[in-house]
């Protein structure tokens, strides 16, 4: 069990337990999520979002969480074995606190989601459906790893009104740009707006390389993005 926990965590029912919102610090979840604790890990964060919004709590709390789970891995305070694992459980968490949907949702534009071809980090991914999902959107998340191919297919055939991509890092401009490409290729006369996220953003000259329409650093620069092109209900999207 992690010795970075800064106070006592509830015995039996952490569903019911309250503690002030100062408390739930970026060191507490990741330590949570390096013991692979999802139940007081999606605790921690249900309690973030009574006071934030979900867009908020994961560009803070969360982003701040896990980096400091990768600068204990690379100074060597954590193993792999925990930073793999502090991975796999925030997917579970995530999972225990996903937006609870109502039939409206499935009448939404439609955001598609992807990590280019061989891109195999999918958490921001995971964080920017439920934002989306939650701001009323239909979102189709492909996960990582997703051939240009594939992505201008599934564009092809079906009304989508937003695509993001995600990458980690520059050896990846390539395969943004082709996978850009093939979303314009495939959406014939419509206009069908990408944006860019993941680690990639910080590399100078991505959107002029791929041919995107912005980049995001954040969930809520995305969310932005989206809600300013959201189309009206003539089927126009909307500029702002």
Do not use: K
Not at 139 to 167: I, K, T, Y
């Amino acid at each position: 069990m992690s010795d970075d926990l800064p106070f006592d965590l509830p015995p039996v029912d952490p569903g019911r337990a309250r503690v002030p919102a100062a408390s739930l610090s970026p060191e507490l979840l990741a330590g949570l999520l390096a013991d692979g604790d999802d139940e007081l890990a999606a605790w921690t964060l249900r309690h973030a979002l009574e006071e934030a919004s979900r867009a908020e709590v994961y560009d803070t709390l969360l982003r701040d969480a896990m980096t400091l789970v990768g600068e204990r891995w690379a100074t060597g305070h954590w193993s792999v074995a925990e930073e793999h694992l502090a991975s796999r459980t925030l997917l579970r968490t995530l999972e225990r606190i996903r937006p609870t949907l109502g039939p409206e949702h499935r009448i939404g534009p439609v955001a598609v989601l992807a990590g280019v071809a061989g891109e195999e980090h999918m958490i921001g991914l995971a964080c920017l459906e439920q934002v989306l999902t939650g701001a009323g959107w239909s979102v189709a998340n492909f996960g990582a790893n997703l051939p240009a191919e594939d992505l201008g297919q599934f564009v092809r055939r079906n009304d989508v009104s937003l695509v993001a991509l995600s990458a980690v890092d520059g050896s990846r401009t390539r395969m943004l740009a082709e996978s850009v490409a093939a979303v314009r290729a495939a959406a014939g006369e419509r206009t069908i707006p990408v944006i860019i996220g993941g680690q990639v953003t910080s590399h100078p000259g991505v959107v002029q390389a791929t041919g995107a329409d912005a980049l995001v650093a954040t969930l809520g620069q995305a969310l932005a993005f989206a809600e300013a092109h959201r189309p009206s209900d003539t089927g126009e999207p909307e500029r702002g």
